[in-house]
């Protein structure tokens, strides 16, 4: 089975949790006693493509409770100010979800630090800096759900004055219910579905 490819660790306290990925070295710790499995749950990694909507149908009809979710859609950033024809084609896209202004402060402040540790001249740094206006309008664009990287990169062949980067690409999740001490047998059942790609026991850190 794939669950062993990780491990969830959540810390158990009074006040807070937190949640962290380990390798398989955190089974030795387990086998030790200092963490237990938490029953009644698991979590699945999902494909990179799914939405909120599509895995909450699959699961009711699977008659499986989703206890808690986090599946976004990629969301970008352009890094430069590209013609208004090619600006008005790309927020039409439909695989544009959402889109909004913002400003290229903090890329410029991201850029202004980059160079500090670069090796070019003092003038060098300063032409490329007044490329940079810090108050000039871009955009973030979230993408539709079904639209992964491989997708946006393809997509973004026909817009080739477009610079951006991608700001939001996390691991689209679910934590899912099941019967005390039968967590792997669902769990195997999960793994049978083409859009989950693996799923992971969930373990406290003893206090």
């Given at each position: 089975m794939?669950?062993?490819?990780?491990?969830i660790l959540f810390l158990?306290?009074?006040?807070?949790?937190?949640?962290?990925?380990v390798d398989d070295s955190a089974l030795d710790k387990l086998q030790a006693g200092s963490y237990n499995f938490v029953e009644g749950m698991f979590i699945a990694y999902l494909a990179d493509t799914v939405s909120p909507g599509f895995v909450h149908m699959y699961f009711q009809k699977a008659n499986i409770k989703?206890?808690?979710?986090?599946?976004?859609?990629?969301?970008?950033?352009?890094?430069?100010?590209?013609?208004?024809?090619?600006?008005?084609?790309?927020?039409?896209?439909k695989a544009i979800r959402s889109s909004y202004k913002t400003t290229l402060a903090d890329e410029t402040k991201s850029l202004r630090?980059?160079?500090?540790?670069s090796s070019l001249s003092g003038k060098e740094k300063n032409a490329i800096l007044k490329r940079m206006n810090p108050e000039a309008e871009t955009?973030?664009?979230?993408?539709?759900?079904?639209?992964n990287k491989k997708a946006l990169k393809e997509?973004?062949?026909?817009?080739?004055?477009?610079?951006?980067?991608?700001?939001?690409?996390?691991?689209?999740?679910v934590t899912?219910?099941?019967?005390?001490?039968?967590?792997?047998?669902?769990?195997?059942?999960?793994?049978q579905l083409y859009f989950v790609k693996s799923?992971?026991?969930i373990a406290a850190i003893k206090q």
């Open positions: 794939k669950k062993l490819l990780f491990l158990i306290s009074s006040i807070s949790g937190f949640a962290q990925v989703i206890l808690d979710e986090s599946i976004e859609p990629l969301l970008i950033a352009l890094v430069n100010t590209p013609s208004e024809k090619s600006l008005e084609k790309l927020l039409g896209h630090q980059n160079l500090e540790n955009y973030l664009i979230e993408l539709n759900y079904h639209i997509m973004m062949k026909e817009f080739r004055d477009v610079a951006y980067k991608i700001i939001r690409d996390n691991p689209r999740t899912l219910q099941a019967d005390p001490g039968k967590e792997p047998f669902l769990m195997d059942r999960v793994e799923t992971a026991m």
